[in-house]
């Protein structure tokens, strides 16, 4: 039954990509998430992301595009509610043929759990309490872009805020082996300061179903909707749709 459920879920995911990638002002994208996570201790983690990204549909005379992100973060349990979480991106985006973006970025934030953890010392994993998990995360990065043409480089500020949702659905707690689990989030991005970057302000919907294997494998896939606009003033006027698969290595 549950496995009948998350198939379920994810061809409601593709027949909704579907639909909205044949929207004549939408780009369809193709992610992964190869990440590579330490627990030094029960209080210190540490990772490291692998992010390719690809177009795979746009609107006619939009050109193709692909990029690859990498991502070290650290996060340090503050209190049993909260974590201090920090990180470095590097990033390589070919826009055309001719242009090559880089994108260097620094991220600071606290990520709030609505409800407190206990620890599993023996592991150093911090686990939720009840069966629900509710998060916030709470970021403001700092983003420096370089061009492979003569234009000038740009840096900007950023703020983004994601509240994060997720439901086991055949056991009673998401630290179980085995787990399937539904993920549900939304995040806003605003920008701080002006920056040369189309579609900077944005927000970006994710849902989709995960699988904890065991404590040192872990699986998921999403379907990603995000919503742009260049200005404040503007509406949401161009959307990306996305399917994201995801692996986590655990120590």
Do not use: C
């Amino acid at each position: 039954m549950i496995v009948r459920v998350a198939w379920l879920v994810i061809a409601l995911m593709t027949a909704t990509a579907r639909a909205a990638w044949a929207e004549s002002d939408s780009t369809g994208q193709l992610w992964a998430n190869v990440t590579l996570d330490w627990h030094m201790s029960p209080r210190v983690s540490s990772s490291l992301d692998f992010e390719p990204k690809v177009l795979i549909s746009g609107p006619p005379g939009q050109p193709g595009w692909s990029s690859l992100d990498l991502t070290p973060s650290v996060d340090f349990v503050a209190t049993k509610w909260a974590d201090v979480a920090a990180e470095g991106v590097l990033s390589r985006t070919r826009q055309t043929d001719d242009l090559r973006t880089t994108e260097l970025a620094a991220r600071g934030g606290v990520r709030f759990h609505l409800f407190s953890r206990q620890q599993r010392l023996l592991f150093n994993e911090q686990l939720p309490k009840r069966r629900v998990v509710v998060r916030d995360l709470v970021r403001w990065e700092w983003r420096h872009f370089s061009y492979s043409d003569d234009e000038p480089s740009s840096a900007s500020w950023r703020f983004r805020n994601r509240l994060e949702f997720q439901f086991p659905l055949n056991r009673p707690n998401l630290s179980a082996d085995g787990t399937l689990s539904l993920i549900a989030d939304w995040e806003w991005f605003v920008p701080i300061t002006d920056q040369h970057e189309r579609f900077a302000n944005k927000r970006r919907y994710r849902g989709g179903v995960g699988y904890r294997r065991n404590r040192s494998w872990g699986m998921s896939v999403l379907y990603i909707r995000t919503n742009s606009r260049n200005t404040i003033d503007d509406p949401f006027s161009t959307s990306e749709n996305i399917v994201d698969f995801q692996v986590k290595r655990v120590w």
